[in-house]
């Protein structure tokens, strides 16, 4: 069984983190039945964006990497306190655990971003959100990323993307690393895209 550890932090944006949970709950159910998603946080109810509460399954102080083969981060939003958690030192470090093992890390928007304060896309190619102002893409290269223009990049075992509307996307491409291409386009049919 493949297991993928969802880290969320405060203010997680609902949407993005979906995906993740729908796309390995598709995939147990409907496909190959190999992947199952696992819930993180700094704290056992953790409150998303727009009042969203979730129960995590794991304290992100309980986690060992060794026990997961992949990482998703869903962005969020600075109003709702995002980088409070998604910059703490807890966080980066996991970030940095998974890449040292060479574990798949997948992001959405600004969950990039964290990803890139941790160090780990230091030199390498990365995007995050990009819509109106390039703030955010600045950041990202403020850290040491080779900012691209795409709406997907995949740098060896880091994926990052640029908007909620890839996100189906990036949780596609996480399975079809974690499955295999015909599991993936299999998954995408039967949910309808």
Not at 15 to 24: G, L, P, R, W
Not at 118 to 130: C, E, I, M, P, Q
Request: charged fraction near 25%.
């Amino acid at each position: 069984m493949k297991k993928v550890l969802l880290l969320l932090a405060k203010g997680f944006e609902s949407f993005e983190a979906s995906v993740f949970i729908d796309v390995i709950g598709w995939n147990l159910v409907d496909g190959d039945k190999t992947t199952k998603l696992y819930t993180c946080g700094f704290t056992k109810e953790v409150t998303g964006s727009f009042g969203l509460k979730l129960h995590v399954d794991y304290l992100i102080n309980e986690i060992d990497c060794n026990d997961f083969d992949a990482l998703a981060i869903p962005g969020g939003f600075e109003e709702y306190g995002f980088y409070e958690e998604a910059y703490h030192s807890e966080f980066l470090e996991l970030i940095k655990q998974f890449d040292q093992k060479n574990k798949i890390i997948a992001s959405i928007c600004v969950g990039a971003l964290p990803i890139a304060k941790s160090g780990v896309l230091k030199d390498r190619k990365a995007t995050t959100y990009n819509h109106k102002s390039s703030i955010r893409q600045k950041q990202l290269a403020d850290f040491g990323a080779n900012v691209q223009k795409e709406p997907i990049v995949l740098d060896k075992n880091i994926i990052t993307s640029w908007s909620p509307a890839t996100a189906m996307g990036v949780a596609l491409l996480l399975l079809k690393i974690l499955t295999s291409e015909k599991n993936a386009n299999y998954i995408k049919e039967i949910m309808g895209f």
